[in-house]
Nanobody, 120 residues
Framework: QVRLVESGGGLVQAGGSLRLSCAAS????????MGWFRQAPGKEREFVAA????????SYADSVKGRFTISRDNAKNTVYLQMNSLNPEDTAVYYC?????????????WGQGTQVTVSS
């Protein structure tokens, strides 16, 4: 079945940066939109960023706009999330997901998540 594996999480001080990666397998990567979501303790999972199949369109949550950048490399079956100017409110488990339809629609496949912790 489809497999999405996130990496790159960790502990970082406020103001720092991290780059998350999500490697996809067992699917035609260029045929799916990709997204990043996060879930903080005690909160519901929320949308962070999304990118279209060819990478020409992106979308961001207001809370990360200007700080986070989503990108993809279809040759490597990988999507990235560059996170800059991190603050403690960004602490969460970050999940990548793949959508067979639009990047603004429902997501069909999910990774297991990677923990990001931002210390103040």
């Amino acid at each position: 079945q489809v497999r999405l594996v996130e990496s790159g999480g960790g502990l970082v001080q406020a103001g720092g940066s991290l780059r998350l990666s999500c490697a996809a397998s067992r699917l035609t990567f260029s045929s799916v939109a990709m997204g990043w979501f996060r879930q903080a303790p005690g909160k519901e999972r929320e949308f962070v960023a999304a990118i279209s199949r060819n990478g020409n369109s992106t979308s961001y949550a207001d809370s990360v706009k200007g700080r986070f950048t989503i990108s993809r490399d279809n040759a490597k079956n990988t999507v990235y999330l560059q996170m800059n100017s991190l603050n403690p409110e960004d602490t969460a488990v970050y999940y990548c997901a793949a959508a067979r339809g639009s990047m603004t629609g429902a997501y069909d496949y999910w990774g297991q998540g990677t923990q990001v912790t931002v210390s103040s």
